[in-house]
RNA sequence: GGGCGAUUAGCUCAGUUGGCUAGAGCGCUUCGUUUACACCGAAGAGGUCGGGGGUUCGAGCCCCUCAUCGCCCACCA
């Protein structure tokens, strides 16, 4: 039996028929897999769900990098015989995609939001994330992704929608959620408030400022924000430093920079001596710590900066000013007025928005936060350590089911991190000041009875009756979103009755997933956050495995990135070496956890491999003749040589199961191409000619065998040429020329 | 300031509970058109596993310490 083989595999022309044929088989839905009896229907689940992906990105390394570790996961368990489900789905990233929007309107059309009006804009935005959702979907595809389509979710359709308002009306309800005046992360450029995770902080030099705010208060201070004193009601210092204490409740009333500002002194203790002159002029509007001073001393709030980053008030120069601006003017009237007594260079950190990269400009606002220390009842819990009806807060929540066990972090190193952020972890800021996302499910109400004005807040899943009602204009943090997404996208809150899972419900077979896979820079924003909101919504853990992935760096261990110039665009690199040899590269010596390294050089690398997988094929086909009959006589090599594939099959089979993807990988590349094409293969040519029929029948049965073995453990990894070379190997080896994707490992 | 990690061949990295005569890919040297593959084969060079100390019959792996690099968190006005 001769095969008509080319030389090369051609994944231009198969992979995308490959693709299809999957596709067609129906056999990404695990129902399916049970009607059509490839498993039964009692079999043992394994599910994930795919890390939506934000619709304003197309697919990078990054992401490819993602669905190559979950893929690999997902075949290696549908071909265990697993009831296999992993779920795909988009992200609508609501502030990405808002400003990114913003910006093509801003740039085509010269015209902003408002122009457009809510309504319409919104329209675009959608439309934007549709086109966007379809290249995106394509794309996954493209990389060989066995998932379930017909299962497809997003993050803000109605489904998603309507257990993000499920979701915040219990919260609310449970107090965990309240509205709060509290001083935030303003955004200048955004126009919205970000959560303490959003900021990154960036180390500048800055000026320090030594000063006195008048020539009548004896007190100096230090500061690299002059522009702000316009703000201060008082003066901070150490209720024990000598040099201050006899000014501690005295108040000083002075003139600055136009500004008339009262100032009392008060003693707090976070106030380090040692810091500047030791004592620190309260800005209450402007700084968190500052805040909380005048909270603690009752102490009145001014705010002199509005939401552009412009002053409101001071001398000409100062008011209407951008602060960076109106700070040099302050320094220059602190001069004339022979009060600035110093000024020094620091390294100092500034807040930056991670979306916009403003500097980041806190105000004070009434928000919507979530709190995590509030206590409780929790109506029904699987968490080992928390019981049903017991109280607890949101923290104990998410520290129990890690604590206890029942969720494990892969490598474990990462559950430190996570444990450290629980302890630090203040309110979170879920309302932001944008249009794009959920509209939080609140509304207000003004009444007047008689002289009394009022406002009515209602909080529910749908809106109130009657009239007169106004909806919150604000939306909420895209983390809130996505953090009810191994449940949302299994059928919460619908098939959700009475604290359980509905009987055959995706929520009752599926839930918790298996695995979330995901990169460890999110480990805050998402992995922690699905915790919180599926201990508390459910009583139950998200995920039994939280497997971490790091960066795609390029081979001068630079971040991949657009601006360096060094982005490798993994279509570009699927067209010229295929799908599998970018599987392969990013796979393979990349431990959990670590960065991946890819490079042109290494994809070719493994191009190559996927040739010499195809014709080692194309080689044992050649010569295998069906109409040999005779008895197979093996030799002590041959004998050998299956044993040896024996031990490859358990320790690649623990490996797998283990998570230890890239070692299985290699063991696999290693034993395909340097024992059994190298040496085996070659070993069998002289047999293969051989004049007595039984030692030929022995050679061939051992390279078919060889080669039908690996070829299935190679699937997972190289899941189109594996496909392909299955579906030309003789009948009785490709069982009932079943696919390979459902082929039993 | 607190925490985490890395340091193994020229380069990029594997090496899970200590048993390695230390591996892979790329690169390098020499040779080779033979029933698949030159996107190939054969042979080979190349490492005191960051430094020092310790535990052990035995350490790249465990402990202590120092050095360098990277990341995360907090943030002093």
């Known amino acids: ?234 003066i901070a210092v150490h209720p024990k430093d000598e040099r201050y204490k006899k000014y501690i409740g005295k108040t000083f009333d002075a003139e600055f920079a136009g500004e008339k500002i009262s100032l009392k002194v008060v003693g707090d203790r976070n106030v380090d001596p040692k810091f500047g002159t030791g004592a620190l002029g309260v800005t209450p509007a402007h700084s968190i710590i500052d805040w909380e001073i005048a909270k603690v001393n009752n102490l009145p709030i001014k705010q002199v900066i509005n939401e552009y980053a412009q002053m409101t008030v001071g001398i000409e120069g100062v008011k209407g000013e951008k602060t960076a601006i109106a700070r040099k003017a302050v320094v220059e009237w602190l001069k004339k007025n022979n009060l600035l007594e110093g000024e020094e260079e620091i390294d100092q950190n500034i807040s930056t928005a991670e979306r916009t990269g403003a500097i980041i400009e806190p105000l004070p606002k009434l928000q919507w936060f979530v709190d995590v220390n509030k206590e409780f009842i929790i109506p029904r819990s699987s968490i080992k350590g928390i019981r049903s009806g017991q109280r607890t807060t949101l923290k104990k929540l998410m520290r129990t089911a890690v604590k206890n066990g029942q969720i494990k972090f892969v490598p474990k190193r990462f559950e430190k991190s996570y444990f450290h952020w629980i302890d630090n972890l203040k309110p979170w800021c879920i309302s932001r000041q944008i249009w794009y996302g959920h509209r939080i499910p609140v509304w207000y109400r003004k009444n007047t009875k008689g002289k009394l004005q009022n406002e009515r807040i209602y909080v529910g899943v749908d809106k109130p009756r009657g009239s007169g009602w106004k909806q919150d204009p604000d939306v909420l943090d895209t983390w809130f979103s996505s953090a009810l997404w191994t449940f949302s996208t299994l059928g919460w809150p619908l098939d959700w009755v009475k604290g359980k899972a509905k009987k055959g419900s995706d929520l009752e077979t599926y839930h918790p997933t298996s695995i979330l896979e995901t990169g460890y820079d999110i480990l805050f924003f998402w992995v922690a956050r699905m915790i919180l909101m599926t201990t508390y919504n459910l009583g139950e853990i998200p995920f039994e495995t ?98 040896q594939l024996e031990r490859i099959k358990k320790t690649v089979t623990e490996d797998l199961e283990n998570l230890q993807l890239h070692r299985a990988g290699e063991k696999l590349y290693h034993y395909f191409w340097h024992t059994f094409a190298d040496k085996i293969i070659e070993k069998s040519k002289p047999r293969l000619n051989s004049k007595k029929l039984s030692e030929r029948a022995a050679a061939q049965k051992v390279l078919l065998t060889i080669l039908t073995e690996t070829i299935k453990m190679l699937h997972p990894f190289m899941p189109y040429v594996t496909e392909e070379v299955w579906s030309l190997l003789p009948n009785g080896h490709n069982a009932k020329k079943n696919l390979l994707m459902i082929e039993k490992w």
């Not at 389509?149 to 993050?155: L, P």
């Not at 902080?201 to 004193?229: C, M, N």
């Not at 069906?626 to 093996?634: D, E, F, G, L, S």
């Open 1 to 234: 039996m001769t095969h008509k083989m080319d030389s090369r595999f051609d994944h231009k022309k198969l992979e995308p028929e490959i693709y299809k044929n999957w596709e067609i088989s129906g056999f990404f839905n695990p129902d399916n897999l049970i009607k059509k009896g490839v498993i039964k229907k009692n079999a043992k689940k394994f599910s994930m769900v795919l890390p939506p992906p934000n619709v304003t990105v197309i697919l990078h390394m990054g992401s490819a990098f993602m669905l190559v570790i979950e893929d690999i996961m997902v075949r290696f368990n549908r071909m265990r015989g697993k009831k296999t489900l992993w779920v795909p789905g988009t992200d609508h990233a609501a502030i990405a995609t808002e400003s990114k929007v913003v910006k093509l309107i801003q740039k085509k059309e010269r015209k902003s939001k408002h122009d457009i009006g809510r309504e319409a804009f919104l329209k675009r935005v959608n439309d934007f994330a549709i086109e966007s959702r379809a290249t995106i979907i394509s794309q996954t595809k493209a990389m060989g992704s066995s998932l379930d389509w017909s299962r497809e979710a997003f993050t803000l359709d109605d489904k998603r929608n309507l257990a993000v308002r499920t979701a915040f009306k219990r919260m609310y309800d449970d107090g965990l959620i309240y509205r709060g005046d509290r001083v935030i992360n303003w955004d200048p450029k955004g126009q919205t408030t970000i959560s303490d995770d959003e900021v990154i902080y960036k180390e500048v030099k800055a000026k320090l400022y030594t000063f006195k705010y008048s020539k009548d208060i004896p007190i100096s201070i230090a500061t690299t924000r002059p522009e702000t004193k316009l703000g201060d009601t008082a």
């Open 546 to 643: 939280v497997y971490l992935h790091g960066l795609v760096r390029d081979e001068k261990n630079r971040k991949i990135s657009k601006s360096l110039g060094n982005n490798i665009d993994p279509l570009d690199m699927i067209a010229l070496y295929g799908a599998d040899a970018v599987r392969m590269s990013l796979i393979i010596g990349t431990a959990p956890g670590g960065d991946s390294k890819i490079s042109e050089d290494k994809i070719r690398g493994y191009r190559n491999f996927s040739t010499k997988i195809w014709n080692a094929s194309r080689f044992v086909l050649m010569n295998y003749d069906k109409t040999i009959t005779a008895r197979p006589v093996y030799t002590k090599y041959d004998k050998d040589a299956l044993k």
